[in-house]
């Protein structure tokens, strides 16, 4: 199964949707739990395998939850968990501790749904480019057909309870996956992220909570989910983003005004380093990507597409590439490999 998804870059880097030259994903999350049942941080084994035996229940009785696959922990190794958080299916620290746990993956990799991660069900829907509203739509779809099997924890005066008080509420999370070279180079950067932080609002890395910055790829999420409604989420994270995107279209028109060849060359030298380079770190071909994604916007890059550079950002990601190729692989060989895939991926582009 994840030998033929690594063999395609996932719908949500498709390139498409609005806003999709900076915004590479919207992402909706909601925090649910099984009424009755302890929290897996403090319910024991037991406890935490009938949460997951409900969710194979519900998805046997619903055709909704019948499109999709329903993986245990205990299926899934090293290199396929590292895979899953790489795109963005699963929290980096899911698959930590007791294998009590299991994934549930929809068509098309639009909805994943995490059991017993933090909370008994974390449902989280990905749509390309800035789409608050659609991921909304799509993660309640898959909530409400689960709450017509189980019952969630809801108290009337607080809304769904969590394991963590600062989810609880609405239990959602509503977060945008947005690149911003322009605010990076002319070192606007930290004047939006304090901004943005203002406003109520989390800057955070690559892979979310504790990862680092990658890309210049930063994920900007809504921080309260208690005394604020969905619709309020959603509008807030749109308006927030749609300042950020006119603060990096007015970064970019700043480095063209004012140092377009020093632009024009970082993104050249980018484009022949991936081109020719025999090794290529991760972090390296990252960074390389950003400058050829910005390249693709200031139209100085007009012969690749933004999906053509969102396939290689994946693709070229550690787990990836192992699952591309079939083979596990040292560090060093994966530098050679990466750059041996970027090379043919660019071979008849210029």
Not at 20 to 39: D, E, F, H, I, P
Not at 120 to 145: D, M, N, V
Not at 158 to 171: E, L, Q, R, S, W
Request: charge should be negative; aromatic fraction near 6%; glycine fraction near 6%.
């Amino acid at each position: 199964m994840f030998e033929d998804m690594a063999k395609s870059p996932a719908a949500w880097l498709s390139g498409k949707g609005d806003e999709a030259a900076v915004v590479l994903s919207t992402r909706v999350r909601l925090a649910r739990n099984v009424a009755g049942c302890k929290y897996p941080t403090s319910a024991d084994a037991e406890t935490c395998m009938r949460v997951v035996g409900y969710l194979d229940s519900a998805m046997a009785r619903s055709n909704v939850l019948s499109e999709g696959s329903y993986i245990k922990a205990s299926e899934i190794d090293d290199i396929d968990r590292e895979f899953l958080v790489e795109r963005h299916l699963i929290s980096p620290v899911f698959l930590n501790g007791e294998l009590t746990k299991a994934l549930f993956i929809g068509p098309a990799e639009r909805v994943s749904i995490m059991v017993n991660e933090e909370d008994h069900l974390r449902i989280q829907a990905l749509s390309g480019g800035l789409a608050p509203r659609e991921s909304y739509e799509l993660a309640i779809k898959y909530e409400t057909e689960i709450g017509r099997h189980l019952e969630f924890d809801y108290d009337p005066d607080f809304g769904y309870m969590t394991a963590c008080p600062t989810n609880a509420g609405t239990g959602m999370r509503a977060s945008v996956l947005i690149h911003l070279p322009g605010l990076v180079l002319t070192r606007d950067i930290d004047k939006v992220i304090s901004k943005i932080t203002r406003s109520g609002l989390l800057v955070r890395g690559f892979y979310g909570e504790g990862s680092d910055v990658l890309g210049n790829l930063f994920q900007v999420a809504n921080q309260n989910t208690l005394g604020i409604s969905e619709e309020e989420i959603l509008s807030q994270i749109s308006r927030v983003t749609q300042e950020i995107i006119e603060s990096e279209a007015a970064a970019r028109q700043r480095l063209m005004d004012e140092a377009a060849d020093m632009v024009e060359d970082k993104i050249w030298r980018a484009f022949g380093i991936l081109k020719y380079a025999r090794m290529l770190t991760s972090e390296e071909v990252m960074n390389l990507l950003s400058a050829l994604r910005l390249g693709q916007a200031l139209k100085i890059i007009d012969f690749l597409s933004i999906a053509q550079i969102n396939e290689m950002l994946l693709l070229s990601q550690p787990a990836h590439l192992q699952k591309y190729y079939g083979q596990q692989m040292d560090p060093n060989r994966r530098d050679f490999v990466r750059a041996q895939m970027v090379r043919e991926k660019l071979r008849n582009s210029h």
